[in-house]
């Protein structure tokens, strides 16, 4: 069972990775298009940080998922063993 | 996709590493237990002394490897900046074995694991993604590649928790690039991690449970760094990133439990523990970091072996991710 859940945890991690991704560098093309050369390096910048902002809160919600499952894991152990 | 030559030099290549990692192996442990440089396999009851810094034995199949690639294949910068990585990162392991760098210092030697990739110009400023294509990066990609090493080397160096650990799951991620990077023609980036997977083949064999001998840092430092290393040389940085899933989320999840950077040594609550009966369990400890070997035991204990199987799994899953990733690049 355990190795279900985890590998349902990787396969959405990853899977967020390749969508994710992309959705986030799109994002980012659509927020700060290509045309704006005379500001090029700026551009890059901003889209380097608003591509790790959204990176972050995506690890972040990840994080979420996997201590909800270790807590709830390790609480129904305990009501077992008790 | 690459002619038949190219795939038989590939793969000398990696017979090549294998042997001189799996024929040094043996006599660097027994100089380095001769010498005392051993560490203590904490999740055995008897409490074992194996030789550490055995790494090294991967670091010089990988060389031999890939000085056989250079004579056979020609002359690349890409085989120079690649082992200039995996040789800057190993020394810094290596110091690491012997005199533990502080938290803060080793993250921050490791960026000068990505000098040789930066002076030699081995990298193109166009990472390409799924559904997008290329994105240019031209004057900042120079600058994640400083950040890149060390996070792929620390990642990979906070995953060698157990007997055969990194050693078997990064076989199965230098493996899955070597198959990718074939399948995109390129053949030197097919070589280098084609050299890897030799070496590291050859060390699982010494690494695996009951462990005879332990990579330490050095190891762990210059495997990472290499992984890291290929993925730019090669072109193929988010086919990377998936492959590592099970290492990303390993480091992220204990680094945000934790709040910063951290030592293993240095935290209190321990995250999991050692049963009478030899069973790995995980602790209810709120303070300790909520680490993947603290997921795969949350259900329950299990033994060191079964721990490292569902390791190796979770990396299999995500390196079969990781060539579908390749594939939607290929349609884009």
């Known amino acids: 069972m355990r190795i279900v859940a985890l590998s349902a945890l990787a396969i959405f991690v990853s899977l967020s990775v390749i969508f994710g991704v992309s959705l986030i560098m799109r994002a980012t093309i659509l927020i700060l298009p290509y045309s704006m050369t005379e500001f090029r390096i700026v551009v890059e910048v901003l889209r380097v940080l608003l591509a790790l902002a959204l990176a972050y809160s995506w690890l972040r919600g990840g994080k979420a998922i996997a201590d909800w499952y270790f807590w709830r894991s390790v609480s129904l152990r305990g009501r077992d063993e008790s | ?332």
């Open chain 2, 1 to 332: 996709m690459l002619d038949v030559f190219t795939v038989g030099t590939a793969l000398t290549v990696s017979v090549v590493a294998f042997a001189v990692t799996y024929f040094t192996t043996p006599p660097l442990a027994s100089w380095l237990k001769h010498r005392g440089i051993v560490g203590i396999d904490v999740h055995k009851l008897d409490g074992p002394k194996i030789p550490q810094m055995c790494g090294l034995s991967v670091i010089a199949g990988l060389a031999a490897g890939l000085f056989s690639l250079e004579l056979v294949g020609g002359h690349s910068p890409d085989i120079v900046a690649f082992l200039g990585t995996v040789a800057i990162a190993g020394i810094i392991g290596v110091v690491d074995d012997v005199r533990p760098l502080s938290s803060k210092l080793k993250p921050a030697l490791t960026m000068l694991a990505a000098a040789p990739i930066l002076l030699l110009g081995t990298y193109d400023p166009h990472p390409i993604f799924p559904l997008i294509g290329a994105f240019r990066l031209t004057i900042l990609y120079p600058m994640l590649i400083l950040v890149a090493i060390p996070v792929t080397a620390n990642a990979v160096n906070m995953l060698d928790v157990f007997n055969g650990s990194m050693s078997g799951t990064l076989t199965i991620v230098s493996l899955t690039l070597a198959g990718v990077l074939a399948f995109a023609g390129k053949a030197t980036a097919m070589g280098l991690a084609l050299a890897l997977s030799g070496s590291l083949l050859a060390f699982y064999l010494f690494n695996r449970y009951p462990a005879r001998v332990f990579g330490g840092d050095t190891g762990s430092l210059a495997c990472g760094a290499a992984v890291g290393a290929l993925a730019i040389i090669g072109r193929v940085e988010l086919v990377t990133v998936v492959a590592l899933v099970p290492y990303i989320m390993n480091a992220f999840y204990g680094l945000a439990s934790v709040g910063r950077l951290y030592e293993r040594r240095e935290i209190k609550p321990r995250p999991v523990k050692l049963r009478n009966d030899g069973l790995l369990e995980a602790t209810a400890e709120r303070g300790a970091p909520v680490t993947l070997t603290r997921l795969i035991l949350a259900e329950g204990p299990m033994s060191e072996q079964q721990i490292v199987s569902v390791m190796q799994v979770l990396t299999a899953l995500s390196c079969a991710l990781a060539i579908f990733a390749f594939f939607l690049v290929e349609v884009q």
